[in-house]
């Protein structure tokens, strides 16, 4: 069962998922607090990360964003791994470009 938590909004390592590669990409993004990340979306993150970085990025950075996303904006925390699915639905679906 995924636990709720209660984050502070200037502490993005806080939460579940993110890690100091994802804290540097996040920043690398314009992301500093929780409050920030929750008005983002995996889709947008994903695409400009790649952009600014000129790289393609593992598709699971996606999967990282959205879990963060998810808890920023309601405070339960799951797995990353938990948003593969998602992802992948979206990638058949053609609304998702790795």
């Not at 939460?15 to 100091?20: K, M, Q, R, T, V």
């Not at 970085?53 to 925390?77: K, L, N």
Request: proline fraction near 4%.
């Amino acid at each position: 069962m995924a636990a709720k938590s209660r984050i502070r909004d200037d502490d993005l390592t806080g939460l579940a998922n993110i890690g100091p590669a994802m804290l540097r990409d996040l920043r690398v993004l314009g992301v500093d607090t929780v409050a920030q990340l929750a008005q983002q979306d995996a889709d947008e993150l994903y695409g400009r990360l790649n952009a600014l970085t000129g790289q393609r990025h593992d598709p699971c950075v996606w999967d990282v964003f959205a879990a963060a996303i998810h808890q920023a904006r309601t405070g339960e925390a799951t797995p990353w791994w938990r948003w593969t699915p998602e992802r992948k639905r979206r990638q058949s679906a053609g609304n998702f470009h790795a």
